[in-house]
C-alpha cells in the first residue's frame, strides 16, 4: 500500500508538471487557434536562457548572490520570451490568419527548428544546471501509518506547488483582468470579439507572451530537475496526450489530463512495465489518450464538436 | 503557344480520359523520364547519388504515401515515420526468416506489414479528426519506436534493435553500386506514382477527396467514411512502408529503429505541406526541396561567411543550419500555402495562355 501511494504521488507531481506544459499548448490554441507545437522549443529556450543568464548575471555584474542572480536571469528570459512572442505574431501569425490547422501546425514546427537553433547558437548547446535552491532530500510522510512510511520526493512537491501557484494566477488573470476578459472573448469568436474593439494582433502576442512565461516556468522546473539540455524539448511530446486528453481548448482540462497521465504513466510503467519490458510509459500515455477519446472524441472537456454540413 | 492543348482533339473516350490528356505533357513526362534513367546514370558522381539522388527517389516514395493521406483524404498523421519503421522491418523480417527470399517480393509483403499496422492505427480516425488524429498518430511513432527497441522477436535479439542486410540482388543482378541502387529505386517510385495517380483520379481516391472536404456531407451522400478512411490509411502505409524498406535496406544498409524516429514523420509531413497538398507532382517537389535544403545549406553557409572572411564551427554551423532551415519554412508556408504545386500550376496556366494573356 505505501508503495502505491508513492507511485501514486509522484505520478501526481509528474503529472502537474506535464500539466504545466499542457497549459502552453491550451492557451495558445485557444486564444488563436493555432496548434503551438514550438511549445518544446520555448521551454528549452526559456530554460537555456535562464540558466546562462543565471551564470553571466553575476560574472558582467559583480555581485554574488545567487537569490539575485535568479530573479535578474528570470527577468531576463522573461524578455526574451517577451521578444519571441512579438516576433512570431508580427512575422508568422499575421501572414497566416486564416490557414488550414495543418498549415499552422507546419509554421509552428518551423518555429521548433528555429528556436532549437537559436537557443543552442546563442547559448550553446552543452548540458547547464538551474539551481534555484530546490530541496533535493526525499522525506517521509505517514511514517505512523505505514511501516516505513512513504518516500516522496521534496522537489517534486515543491515543484508541484509552484505549478500550482502559477495555475492559480493564471486563473486569476484570466478572471479578473481586462486583458483576461479580452483574451476569453476572442477564445469564444474572433470575429465577435474584433468587432468589439479587441485587437486581434495585440491578444495573440499576449497570449504567446502568457506561454512564453509558461514555458519559462515549466523550464525552469524541468531544467533544475533534469539539467538544461536537448532533451528538454521531448517534454512537450510527452505533453500532448494530455492536452488531447484534456481537451485543446480547456484550461481544467489540461489540468485534470496531466494528473491522470502523470499517475497512468508511473502506475503502468510499475505494474505493467516488467510483463512487457519496460519503458512502455513514453507510448502508454498516447495509448490512453487514445482509448478515451474512442469514448469523448473531444477530450475531458473539450467544446463539443458540431458537425453542421 | 508552344502549350496549348489546340487542335488536340480528342475522338475516344478512350483518349480524352489518358494520364495526361495534352501532348507536351506526355513528351515532356517522357523526357524527364529518359533523362532521369538515362542521363543522370551517366552524369552523376557516387557522392551525389549516395547524398542526394537516392534519399531524393526514395523520400518521393514516401511522400506519395503521406500525399494519399494528408492530401487526398484530409488525416493529417504524425505516425509516417514508424510506417516506415514497419515496412522496414518487416522486410528484414521477412527476408531473414523465410530462405531464399528475394528482394522485390520480401520489400512488397515488408509494405503488407506496414499496410496491416497503418489500418491499426488508423482506426481512432473513425472517431477523432484534425489535430486530435495528428496527435493520435503519434501513439504509432512511439509505439513503433519502443516496439522494435523492446521487443527481440522483432530484431532477431540483436542488441538495441540495430540490424544490417547484405548482398542485395535482384534478378540476379547485384545492388552494390549507388547507380544499380539509384535505377532500381527510381523504377520503384515510377510504378508507385502511376499506381497511386491512378488511383486518386479513380472511384476510391474520389472518395477520399471527398472525405476531406467535409466528411459528414460525403457520408450524407452514402460514401462509407469507414471503408473511405481505412483504405486511405492502408494503401498510404504500404507506400509508406515500401519505401521505408528501400530506405533501411538500400541506402542506410544497417539501421536501429532510432533511424525512423519522430523527427522522420516531421519531414515527410514538411514535404508534403511544402509540395503541395493533394498533389503527385508536388510530391516529388517537396521531397526535393526538404532533402536537398539542408546540403545545400551545409555547403552554402560556409562559403558566404568566407566571403565576409568569417569562419563556422561545425556545432555553430549546424545551429545556423537549423535556424534557416526554420525561417525558411515559415516564409515559405506564409507566401505560397498551397505548396510549390501551386507554382507549378500557375506557371503551367500561364504558359497556356502565353504571350497573349487577355
Request: proline share 3%; charged share 10%.
Amino acid at each position: 500500500m505505501a508503495f502505491f501511494l508513492e507511485t501514486l504521488i509522484g505520478g501526481l507531481t509528474a503529472g502537474m508538471l506535464y500539466a504545466l506544459v499542457a497549459l502552453g499548448f491550451v492557451l495558445i490554441f485557444k486564444a488563436s487557434g493555432v496548434f503551438n507545437f514550438a511549445q518544446g522549443a520555448m521551454v528549452l529556450f526559456a530554460a537555456l536562457a535562464m540558466a546562462r543568464f543565471a551564470e553571466w548575471g553575476p560574472e558582467w555584474l559583480g555581485f554574488d548572490s545567487k537569490i539575485l542572480a535568479n530573479f535578474i536571469a528570470f527577468g531576463l528570459a522573461a524578455l526574451c520570451m517577451f521578444v519571441i512572442a512579438w516576433l512570431v505574431e508580427r512575422l508568422v501569425l499575421r501572414y497566416l490568419v486564416n490557414q488550414e490547422a495543418a498549415t499552422l501546425l507546419m509554421a509552428t514546427l518551423g518555429i521548433t527548428y528555429f528556436l532549437d537553433g537559436l537557443g543552442q547558437a546563442l547559448f550553446g548547446s552543452n548540458v547547464y544546471r538551474i539551481d534555484i535552491g530546490m530541496p533535493k532530500d526525499p522525506v517521509f510522510l505517514l511514517d505512523t501509518v505505514f511501516e516505513g512510511g512513504v518516500l516522496v520526493s521534496q522537489e517534486d512537491l515543491v515543484a508541484a506547488l509552484i505549478a500550482m501557484i502559477l495555475v492559480a494566477l493564471l486563473t486569476l488573470f484570466f478572471q479578473k483582468t481586462s486583458t483576461g476578459r479580452a483574451l476569453r472573448a476572442v477564445a469564444d469568436d474572433h470575429q465577435a470579439a474584433q468587432s468589439i474593439g479587441i485587437s486581434l494582433n495585440r491578444i495573440w502576442v499576449i497570449v504567446w507572451c502568457v506561454a512564453g512565461v509558461v514555458a519559462l516556468v515549466a523550464g525552469m522546473i524541468w531544467g533544475s530537475k533534469l539539467g538544461v539540455q536537448f532533451s528538454l524539448t521531448t517534454v512537450a511530446l510527452r505533453a500532448l496526450p494530455v492536452v488531447i486528453l484534456g481537451g485543446l481548448t480547456s484550461v481544467p482540462g489540461a489540468i485534470l489530463g496531466g494528473l491522470i497521465i502523470g499517475v497512468g504513466e508511473k502506475l503502468s510503467e510499475v505494474y505493467l512495465g516488467p510483463y512487457v519490458g519496460g519503458g512502455i510509459e513514453i507510448w502508454f500515455a498516447y495509448v490512453l489518450a487514445l482509448v478515451f477519446l474512442l469514448f469523448r472524441p473531444q477530450g475531458l472537456f473539450g467544446e463539443k464538436i458540431i458537425d453542421r454540413v | 503557344m508552344i502549350y496549348s492543348e489546340n487542335g488536340q482533339l480528342k475522338t475516344s473516350y478512350r483518349a480524352d480520359q489518358q494520364l495526361f490528356p495534352i501532348s507536351q505533357d506526355r513528351y515532356f513526362i517522357l523526357i524527364v523520364l529518359a533523362l532521369a534513367f538515362f542521363a543522370v546514370p551517366l552524369l552523376a558522381s557516387d557522392y551525389l547519388f549516395r547524398a542526394i539522388l537516392i534519399p531524393l527517389v526514395i523520400m518521393s516514395i514516401a511522400a506519395l504515401g503521406v500525399n494519399v493521406l494528408v492530401g487526398y483524404c484530409g488525416q493529417i498523421s504524425l505516425g509516417s515515420g514508424a510506417f516506415m519503421a514497419v515496412g522496414a522491418y518487416g522486410a528484414y523480417n521477412i527476408m531473414m526468416r523465410v530462405p531464399d527470399m528475394p528482394l522485390v517480393p520480401a520489400v512488397i509483403l515488408g509494405g503488407v506489414c506496414a499496410a496491416f499496422f497503418g489500418i491499426l492505427f488508423g482506426l481512432p480516425s473513425l472517431r477523432v479528426r484534425g489535430l486530435y488524429l495528428a496527435v493520435a498518430t503519434l501513439a504509432a511513432q512511439f509505439f513503433a519506436d519502443w516496439m522494435f527497441l523492446r521487443i527481440k522477436w522483432f530484431t532477431l535479439n540483436s542488441a538495441s534493435g540495430s540490424v544490417a542486410v547484405s548482398e542485395l540482388k535482384v534478378l540476379g543482378i547485384s545492388l552494390q553500386s549507388p547507380v544499380s541502387i539509384y535505377v532500381f529505386c527510381l523504377c520503384a517510385l515510377v510504378i508507385i506514382a502511376l499506381l497511386t495517380k491512378n488511383l486518386v483520379r479513380g472511384a476510391i481516391g474520389r472518395e477520399w477527396m471527398a472525405i476531406r472536404d467535409m466528411d459528414v456531407a460525403a457520408a450524407v451522400i452514402g460514401i462509407r467514411p469507414m471503408y473511405a478512411k481505412l483504405t486511405a490509411f492502408a494503401v498510404s502505409s504500404f507506400v509508406i512502408g515500401v519505401a521505408g524498406a528501400l530506405w533501411a535496406f538500400l541506402h542506410l544498409g544497417a539501421w536501429e529503429p532510432a533511424a525512423f524516429s519522430v523527427d522522420i514523420s516531421f519531414k515527410l509531413l514538411f514535404m508534403v505541406i511544402i509540395g503541395g497538398l493533394g498533389s503527385i507532382m508536388g510530391s516529388f517537389f517537396g521531397a526535393a526541396f526538404i532533402v536537398i535544403l539542408p546540403i545545400a545549406l551545409s555547403l552554402l553557409l560556409p562559403a558566404v561567411l568566407g566571403l565576409f572572411g568569417l569562419s563556422i564551427s561545425t556545432a555553430g554551423l549546424s545551429h545556423a543550419e537549423f535556424v534557416i532551415f526554420g525561417m525558411l519554412i515559415v516564409w515559405f508556408l506564409a507566401v505560397e500555402p498551397h505548396g510549390l504545386a501551386k507554382l507549378w500550376s500557375t506557371a503551367k496556366q500561364k504558359l497556356r495562355v502565353w504571350p497573349f494573356p487577355h
